[in-house]
């Protein structure tokens, strides 16, 4: 399994003055006047978790920060989780995991295609993550959106049978079933070891997940990480995934991140699932992430 790289208490600080200001769209706000450079109050950062639970997805603009502070901010909301692919860490931060397009020396410095399919991030864990930190570092010209979906709206929208149908099912979220399938996409992608098979076994989780902190109902099914429906015979179990996938990812329900020069992107995976296309390699695109752990879905 992943390690786990537990919060210290945070920093006393001074008050900063920020605004939040939600986008147009189904789900996100933007933060404004707010400098993670400073340590932030309990106040504040209560404050900040309370708009991830309400919008789903938080942008901090011109966020001028190293490795080592976008960790600590990171801390603040949890344990951190180390993902799997370990040459991809960026060195001497295990908790950082490099999104990136550029090849150096004929190898990737990142991982490549991170976003090629709707998912949310580490739902395969026995405890999947609360949310995902995302810092921006080198971006092209052009393409390189991210596009973020809200499945709480995914839910709420459900026809009443097939909310019924859903009812106390569970579903198999598997790793290996996703590589195995961008393997087929990416030609970086080598074979895992089988320790690392071993580190990320299937888990089970239910189809529709309450909100530990809002108390909403939202969908917890992706097109990357969901293997199939417990229960169902595999045709119908696929039939249904493909269903809820392109209710989910309808225009009405997706908003669409643009970004911009060190931007801090931070989603809560227990209401979201995102995508983003693979970038031409010869438009650079590197990303710097996080993911904080969450709790076991109920």
Known sequence: MSIVIDAPSPAVASSQEFEIKPV???LGAEITGLDLNMPLSGTELARIRSALVKYGLLVFREQRITPEQH??????????QVHVLNHFHLHGHPEILIVSNV???????GLVDAGADW?????YMPKPSLGSLL???ELPAEQGDTLFANMFNAYDTLPADVKQLLEGRRAVHSYVYRYRRLQKLSPWRADLTQKQIDEVPEVEHPVIRVHPESGRK???????FTSHIIGLPKDESDALLRFLHEHTIRPEN???HQWRARDMVFWDNRSTVHYAAITPQHLR????????EGDVPA
């Open 254 to 256: 997706v908003y669409r």
């Open 218 to 224: 939202a969908l917890f099914v992706s097109e990357g």
């Open 103 to 109: 090849v150096e020396n004929g190898k990737p410095i």
């Open 24 to 26: 147009r769209g189904p």
């Open 135 to 137: 810092h921006a570092q």
């Open 119 to 123: 998912h949310s991030d580490l739902s």
């Open 285 to 292: 695109r590197t990303l710097y992430r996080t993911t904080v």
């Open 71 to 80: 960790i600590a901010f990171s801390r603040c909301f949890g344990s951190l």
